[in-house]
């Protein structure tokens, strides 16, 4: 048994030599020099290659944003129906005290109570003085009118402006203590004791 062991100890490193080739290749390809590569070949494999990009390219675009559910919005169960004539109240203000009535009109199915909260813009009062009336709660079934009066008295200074716009804020009511809405009637006024400053040189 040991020459039998022996024996093929030296044969096993003479068979794996004889397995292993002659010569080692690490590129079995022939080497391609510069000169040899036609250009004509290198622009097609591009081309094909740029083609074949455009055909699998997708374009992502943003998710479409939907619009937002509101919740919805209160309906008054009686709401408001008021119209006034005329639709501007106009001032031309001398020297005379002016005085306009603006008619209120209830158009609603209830009875509601007017109150004027009196002017916004204070530009006007550089001209004149201002007085809205009545003072007191105004009580309008449907269907029927009031009237409102704004008296517009000049002062004696010279006015700044020459024309100011404002607004007569009027609430309004279903009850005498709950106010539901508001409104707003304008107001333009136009003041002659105006003088424009003087002008200087060379302007």
């Not at 001032?91 to 005290?97: G, I, K, P, S, Y």
């Not at 306009?100 to 158009?107: A, G, Y």
């Not at 530009?123 to 007191?136: K, L, Q």
Request: with cysteine; net charge neutral; glycine share 4%.
């Amino acid at each position: 048994m040991s020459k039998l062991l022996q024996i093929s100890q030296h044969e096993k490193p003479q068979n794996i030599r004889a397995k292993l080739p002659t010569t080692v290749i690490l590129n079995p390809r022939a080497k391609i020099g510069g000169r040899k590569v036609v250009s004509e070949n290198v622009e097609d494999e591009m081309g094909e290659e740029e083609y074949d990009i455009d055909l699998h390219f997708e374009i992502k675009t943003a998710p479409c944003q939907e619009e937002p559910i509101l919740p919805p919005q209160p309906i008054p169960k009686f709401p408001l129906h008021v119209a006034w004539c005329p639709n501007t109240l106009c001032f031309v203000l001398d020297e005379d005290q002016v005085t306009h009535r603006l008619w209120i009109t209830n158009r609603s199915k209830r009875t509601i109570y007017l109150h004027c909260c009196g002017l916004w813009n204070d530009t006007v009062r550089y001209g004149a003085s201002w007085c809205c009336f009545p003072r007191t709660r105004i009580w309008l079934p449907p269907g029927l009118r009031a009237a409102l009066y704004v008296r517009a008295t000049p002062r004696d200074i010279i006015s700044p402006f020459p024309d100011a716009v404002t607004f007569m804020q009027i609430a309004a009511a279903h009850l005498r203590d709950n106010v539901t809405g508001y409104f707003s009637i304008p107001i333009k006024a136009k003041f002659l004791k105006y003088i424009a400053p003087p002008m200087a040189e060379g302007e």
